[in-house]
């Protein structure tokens, strides 16, 4: 039955927002703290990922679900489409990403709005306060890293200098200057990273920025927590009646949440366990896990709305007399530095759920693997659904594979290249699936987003086009092969996950 262009426009659109709602879904997951599924696995989310086209396929598969600009390309190439489809068709897909990515954002909106921490300092201290930490392999999944080498940037040279640096001896050593560790995912034009720096001066707290509109909150506590941990850092290797606590939580931070505030260490005096006017410490482990942030930023001593950078720019630690000031300096540098790594992994994984991103930087090699990746993908379901031909028209056992094996056998090969071939960047195969959810990510109102960066877009937009050219290609000469004579249009080519 022959379907008019409107009618497999909607087709696509369709299922390419189920497409992207369930699968990145999968991703959100994984990469957002306080989810169920937090740090599930590579395993799982590229498995959930992969089968997201299951359902597209089995209901949308004999009216159109190619799913991927990259097909309609290689099919316009081998001439079962035609340039009107190929773009409508296309067009489609990107709308269908889009509204995808914002249906799953709705879906998990409470779990991005995060408290970017480093890890506890102990196991204790994950009782006494929540704490939005990403275990290590999800970082792994966001691409977080602090090499200079794996820098996101629009030189238009970096290509050249990439592709140099990765042929180079492996003998050349990682040179790396402390101001480069933290400081190379941040982006210039942003206030709040312009001070990242791991040696550098921290900067006034006055010109310290909010992370994203309407979070000032967020920024003022976590400036607070960092200060706590400094503090409880300092305590323990000076004080050895901490120290004789094994620096745990049920010492003195957990009789601060007793009531007991105070503390006498071994030059004699009391000191307070909180550093703002009373136990900061204290005030966040009353609060309790589910207290609102708004509750604990008043319990901080941040009271109404005027004028709170000024009270936190004036707010400082009070550290107890004998403390060795180079040792409060390089603790408060590290803390900085800490807190503001949190703030970028919780970016890096924030776009990750909506995009690509390359786990090493090196535009070159992210586009010849882009183009094998789509390649080999668009090959492979081509010629799963070319086997079809093979059965006698209309015999049962035909309208069997085409209605149920070759779906699930496309699936099963989706999940296998993205674990075996997504290492390197993600996989995306397929300019609908990141450019439509990354024009998401860029509008939708996320809080401590940061950059979309939009100067790696180029290569999962443009690279799986080339490889649907070449798919194409290769298609004509495996057809002519395996059915000599048969022609181009011989076969269904319908779909593609």
Not at 163 to 178: C, F, G, K, N, Q
Not at 237 to 251: D, E, L
Not at 436 to 465: D, M, T, V
Request: net charge neutral; charged share 20%.
């Amino acid at each position: 039955m022959a379907y008019s262009l409107g009618i497999r426009c909607l087709a696509e659109f369709l299922g390419m927002m189920i497409v992207i709602y369930t699968g990145e879904a999968a991703l959100a997951n994984e990469l957002l703290p306080s989810t169920k599924g937090h740090a599930m696995g590579w395993g799982w989310t590229v498995f959930t990922f992969g089968f997201a086209f299951l359902a597209p396929l089995h209901i949308f598969g004999k009216v159109s679900a190619k799913l991927n600009p990259a097909m309609c390309l290689a099919q316009w190439v081998w001439g079962n489409l035609t340039g009107v489809d190929f773009v409508c068709l296309s067009l489609a897909e990107f709308a269908g990403a889009f509204v995808g990515a914002v249906l799953h954002w709705i879906h998990f909106l409470p779990h991005y709005k995060t408290l970017p921490e480093p890890a506890a300092l102990d196991k204790d201290d994950n009782l006494l306060r929540r704490r939005d930490v990403m275990k290590e392999s999800a970082l792994q999944i966001a691409s977080y890293a602090t090499r200079p080498d794996r820098k996101v940037t629009s030189n238009p040279l970096n290509p050249l200098r990439h592709t140099l640096y990765y042929l180079r001896s492996s003998d050349v050593i990682h040179e790396e200057t402390p101001s480069q560790v933290l400081s190379e995912y941040y982006h210039m034009r942003d206030p709040l990273h312009r001070r990242a720096s791991v040696t550098g001066p921290a900067g006034s707290e006055a010109h310290v920025q909010p992370l994203a509109r309407k979070t000032i909150q967020v920024a003022d506590l976590q400036r607070h927590l960092r200060d706590a941990h400094v503090e409880k850092v300092l305590r323990q290797r000076t004080c050895p009646k901490c120290h004789s606590g094994a620096g745990s939580s049920s010492g003195n931070f957990a009789a601060a949440a007793a009531g007991d505030d105070t503390h006498v260490h071994s030059d004699g005096g009391q000191r307070h366990v909180g550093s703002f006017g009373r136990s900061f410490s204290a005030d966040v482990d009353r609060a309790g896990a589910g207290a609102p942030a708004g509750m604990v930023v008043e319990l901080a001593g941040l009271q109404g709305n005027g004028g709170r950078e000024e009270q936190s720019s004036k707010r400082d630690v009070r550290f107890a007399d004998g403390f060795d000031s180079n040792t409060i300096t390089a603790e408060k540098q590290r803390a900085n530095a800490l807190y503001q790594a949190a703030v970028v992994a919780d970016q890096n994984a924030k776009l990750s759920i909506f995009a690509t991103r390359p786990a090493i930087y090196s535009p070159l090699y992210n586009f010849i693997t882009e183009v094998m990746g789509t390649v080999a993908l668009l090959l492979l379901v081509l010629l799963i659904e070319m086997q079809a031909r093979r059965f006698p028209e209309g015999s049962d056992v035909k309208l069997f594979y085409e209605v149920g094996i070759q779906y699930f056998l496309i699936c099963q090969v989706i999940v296998v290249l993205i674990a075996g071939l997504g290492g390197p960047t993600a996989y995306a195969a397929n300019p609908a699936r990141d450019l439509g959810p990354r024009l998401a990510h860029a509008l939708l109102p996320i809080p401590g987003k940061g950059s979309s960066e939009w100067s790696y877009a180029w290569i999962p937009g443009f690279a799986p086009l080339v490889g649907g050219v070449i798919a194409g290609v290769l298609y004509i000469a495996i057809e002519e092969m395996q059915f000599p004579g048969g022609g181009t249009k011989g076969g269904g080519g319908n779909f593609v996950g």
